[in-house]
T-cell receptor, first 116, second 109 residues
Framework: NAGVTQTPKFRVLKTGQSMTLLCAQD?????MYWYRQDPGMGLRLIHY???????AKGEVPDGYNVSRLKKQNFLLGLESAAPSQTSVYFC???????????????FGQGTRLTVV | RKEVEQDPGPFNVPEGATVAFNCTYS??????FFWYRQDCRKEPKLLMS???SGNEDGRFTAQLNRASQYISLLIRDSKLSDSATYLC??????????FGTGTRLQVFP
């Protein structure tokens, strides 16, 4: 069972370069999320999606864009990378619960991004 | 004020000890509550959901206090393998899962 898969796992970028992080889930989940995790800051929500074709901003959306063209994929883009975007990025997915609420979120293994 | 707040710790406890973590949340409309565990350089994994009536899973007990807007996690008979960071997670509205900064636990022999 693949669950949530993130690619790549590691990446080094130069300031100003662009890249796309891919998240794929095979659990038919409606919700998908992108978080970043920095020391002492916990996981902060960048963007999220409640279904195919929809996206919304989280706590720290600036400098990032996302797309959810297919239900199973959620892409995170950095148009012009900055050193402040050096972080560990986690993708997660969850299904719509019976009471209309989130249920357990499953995480990918993370992408370690360094911007120099 | 952060939506979800936790004491960052670290909590250093001997094997066999009982340890409790608290987490407060600011959105009174929150409906879903969870405790996740994260090992060093790994992804977070669900430890347990938190139900209104409180729930127990082996050595772990979770409680919810809606009036005071906090949740707690109690770990009894701590094991070395319990050493990790424990993350409080709250559904701030029907769409977003918001994480606390985590509480680090170190169990020593």
């Amino acid at each position: 069972n693949a669950g949530v898969t993130q690619t790549p796992k590691f990446r080094v970028l130069k300031t100003g370069q662009s890249m796309t992080l891919l998240c794929a889930q095979d659990m038919n989940h409606e919700y998908m999320y992108w978080y970043r995790q920095d020391p002492g800051m916990g996981l902060r929500l960048i963007h999220y999606s409640v279904g195919e074709g929809t996206t919304a901003k989280g706590e720290v959306p600036d400098g990032y864009n996302v797309s959810r063209l297919k239900k199973q994929n959620f892409l995170l883009g950095l148009e012009s990378a900055a050193p402040s975007q050096t972080s560990v990025y986690f993708c997660a997915s969850s299904r719509w619960g019976s009471l209309g609420m989130n249920t357990e979120a499953f995480f990918g293994q993370g992408t370690r991004l360094t911007v120099v | 004020r952060k939506e979800v707040e936790q004491d960052p710790g670290p909590f250093n406890v001997p094997e066999g000890a009982t340890v409790a973590f608290n987490c407060t949340y600011s959105n009174s409309a929150s409906q879903s509550f969870f405790w996740y565990r994260q090992d060093c350089r790994k992804e977070p994994k669900l430890l347990m959901s938190v139900y209104s009536s409180g729930n127990e899973d082996g050595r772990f007990t979770a409680q919810l206090n809606r009036a005071s807007q906090y949740i707690s996690l109690l770990i009894r008979d701590s094991k070395l393998s319990d050493s990790a960071t424990y993350l409080c997670v709250v559904n701030s509205n029907t769409d977003k899962l918001i994480f606390g900064t985590g509480t680090r636990l170190q169990v020593f022999p």
